[in-house]
């Protein structure tokens, strides 16, 4: 892509009504466009780089077995009595038609919706397991929205939900769901920095998993086990201050963002709903359920957090909206490379503005795409290549390029 055809503009100085890292960086490179406090725009980049993450997540939930659906953001209230929730969850957005008075709900979560429809469609053991999931913009009216996209209003998630007929299918489940988060994590670039967290279970089971990345812009305490590099969170440490794993007692205060989340929800949902299926025995029983999220959006920001420097953002390859960023130093210089990179399908951003190179390398640290490429008059063939991450510049051939 050419920079000249982005309609957003980089900004020099930091945004004033903003306190978070995060969106200050993400404002400033174009990324994001602030509507209002926990409200965001995004921008072209922003956008790649929120679907890079999401295709990454997609990719491994599909391999988990997830059939990828989508539920409305838009919910009846009867479903949000049906639970209670109507009433007591704090943060639910609520609303009343002006035509009809009817009373509405901006779904915070999918629990009240995805259990009805999955009512509907099972009526025996021979139709479970079942895993749903989706990518969606809930709504939640969070009290504090000081931490850019990490506390959204209005955010992005991957919320999944399966359903099985025994307590053992539920429990080998959710042991698939922590292999293929761990994955996702790892592949998304952050997986030594992101944490295995055990958090209180509910009253159906001892344990629920966070996983939780390390960053001091994090709104979480975890301890962590330095020994086999799980932690629990605050909650569980009050109760007990030894790693779950190994029994260690000497265990790391550290700040962290909570990224995702699973959970064993039993029938709490199912009960309420009735959804209930036929077992070998033509006995009828609850469907046990359990929920696993992943916070896309926060994730974006929580990435920017625990990556960057004074000049900029740094994004990993799986996250940045593209490899490449071409810089030339005379204008056109650099269309022909661009045309050779992109006809053999690398992902290049060329900055073909007329602005100075002074500026162009400014912009480059800041958007912090993986790798800068030069071509100057000086270099002839040869084009200059820097990590965004490194310091040391390397002279090389379009043959290495291609290598990258
Ligand atoms: P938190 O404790 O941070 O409020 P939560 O326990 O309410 O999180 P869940 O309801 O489990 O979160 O939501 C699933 C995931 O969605 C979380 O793990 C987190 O990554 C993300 N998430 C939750 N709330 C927000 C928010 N306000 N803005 C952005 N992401 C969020
Ligand atoms: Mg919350």
Known sequence: MKQSSLFSKTQKFNPQDEESLNAKLLLRAGYVYKIMAGVYSYLPLGLMALKNIENIIRKHMVAAGGSEIYMSALHPKSAWEVTGRYDTLDVLFRFTSFYSRTDYVLGPTHEEIVTPLVKANVSSYRDLPISV????????????????????REFYMKDLYSFHTNQE??????????????????????????????????????YSH????????????????????????????????????????????IKAAEVGNIFKLGTKFSKAFEMKFKDQNGETKEAIMGCYGIGVSRLLGAIVEASHDDKGIILPEGVAPFKFHLIETKRGLGQELYEKMTGEGMSVLYDDRDVSAGEKFADADLLGLPIRLVVSEKLGDKIEVKRRAKEELEILNYEDIRKL
Request: hydrophobic content about 30%; overall charge negative; charged content about 30%.
């Open 210 to 253: 966070e996983f939780q990345m390390i960053t001091d812009a994090g709104e979480d305490l975890i301890h962590l086990c330095e020994k086999c590099h799980v932690a629990v969170n605050d909650e569980i440490y009050e109760e007990q201050n030894t790693c779950p794993v190994c029994g260690e007692k000497n265990l790391q205060p």
């Open 133 to 152: 999931f989706q990518f969606q913009w809930k709504f939640r009216d969070e009290k504090r929205a000081k931490s850019g996209l990490m506390r959204g």
């Open 169 to 206: 299918d539920l429990d080998d489940y959710y042991e698939k769901m922590t292999k293929a988060y761990t994955a996702v994590f790892q592949e998304l670039g952050i997986g030594d920095k992101t944490v295995l967290t055990y958090a209180s279970g509910g009253t159906f089971a001892k």
